[in-house]
């Protein structure tokens, strides 16, 4: 009885060390993965900073054709409450958009890198081979919309550069 019973153990041992690993599909985001947080919070921040210092860049290069010596007009007056309200709109829309896209962001790099169930069958094969397909269009997504966030600053700074020269 106790041999049969050490027969199953060993056997038991064998099959334990012999099973295939599950592994990350791609181990490069586990990095992103753990560095995220800084990257949401750039994101989420910097979109509306960069959209208000544009209008304000527009507004400066706007208020150039008034008079300085003069004492402020009514149409400087109406210009300055215009661009006032252009500039909270502005901070609020972009406010709004960064931070769908820091949720969305967020929730794309915690669905890429799924494990790998175990490849013993055809149909975990199969998975495997749609948990791929499924983390790559992922990824693809996540490129796509982080590069929108760093397009978004650059034309920004870029109308920032362009009135304020």
Known sequence: MKTLAA??????EDWVKGRPAAEYTAPY???IRSGSGTLF??????????AVFAVLAIYCHSTRLFSQNEPATIGFIRESMLYGVLLWTVYLLSGYVASWLTSHLHSLVHRIGSLHPFCLTSGDNNKQTRLAARNKRHFA???????LAILWNIVAVGIIYFFTK
């Open 141 to 147: 997504r996540l490129c796509i919309e982080g590069s």
């Open 29 to 31: 985001l586990k990095s």
């Open 7 to 12: 027969d199953v153990f060993r056997v038991v």
């Open 41 to 50: 919070k750039l994101v989420r921040h910097s979109l509306p900073i960069s």
